[in-house]
């Protein structure tokens, strides 16, 4: 025979707390039937983007009033990285690009034996990568994430934009970019146009060819993809006479 005071203590341990928190529980609807509730998936990240309808506006947003590519010069350059027309040296294919990392020269071959030469930045340190690329991809107003070898190497600067940087002019590949491949590998360098213009001149990037942003819109239509671009090693000779 069962005490009241066994029957207490026999409930207790035959019948714990709700388990309100485990992965068992399950919901009663008012009709009385059981149902389980729906996995809630987490939403994927967003994906930059670069609205064509806002090219046109942000193209005038990074060119200077009457524009003239060979004097315009707001963003206080030295005046030997305004565009230049100069003769080339021989043997250099019409349509190629040529990086002078010495002199921070970026030169464009053009048909009738000369070269149109703007004044870049190269990336810092041992980030440069001389050689020679090809061009597979073009874009206008690109969108841009960082690779995961620059989240590692600097995550203060780079972690918070793991997702991706919308198109646009505070953009870091600018107004335009040219996408340098070996094979049909993307090596992650860039041709690009810069929100940093006082960089020019210097060794700034983490890795890409930056210019300035007006320069590059008027550089992007004369290439096409499939063209070379060669990146001159900082001992190497330049490419130009001038």
């Not at 998936?41 to 005038?60: K, L, M, Y």
Request: charged share 20%.
């Amino acid at each position: 025979m069962f005490s009241r005071r066994h029957f207490i203590m026999t409930s207790t341990a035959l019948f714990s707390a709700p388990l309100a928190g485990s992965a068992f529980a399950q919901e009663v609807d008012a009709d009385g039937l059981v149902t389980t509730p729906a996995v809630v998936e987490p939403e994927p990240p967003r994906q930059p983007v670069s609205p064509p309808s806002r090219w046109a506006g942000w193209d005038a947003r990074v060119t200077p009033r009457n524009y003239d590519p060979f004097t315009s010069n707001p963003w206080g350059l030295h005046p030997r990285f305004l565009p230049t027309i100069v003769e080339a040296n021989d043997n250099l294919r019409p349509g190629d690009i040529h990086v002078d990392a010495i002199a921070r020269y970026l030169y464009h071959i053009r048909p009738d034996g000369t070269a149109m030469r703007y004044g870049v930045a190269i990336a810092r340190g041992n980030l440069y990568e001389p050689g020679t690329y090809t061009i597979r991809r073009k874009a206008k107003w690109p969108t841009w994430r960082p690779t995961e070898d620059m989240i590692e190497r600097d995550p203060r600067s780079f972690e918070r934009f793991k997702d991706g940087v919308d198109g646009g002019p505070r953009n870091p590949l600018g107004s335009r970019a040219l996408y340098l491949y070996v094979g049909r590998r993307d090596t992650y360098l860039r041709i690009h146009g810069t929100p940093s213009p006082r960089s020019i001149g210097g060794r700034a990037s983490s890795g890409c060819v930056r210019m300035v942003m007006a320069h590059i819109i008027g550089l992007y239509d004369q290439i096409n993809t499939g063209a070379t671009a060669v990146l001159y090693a900082t001992e190497d000779g330049v490419t130009a006479r001038s």
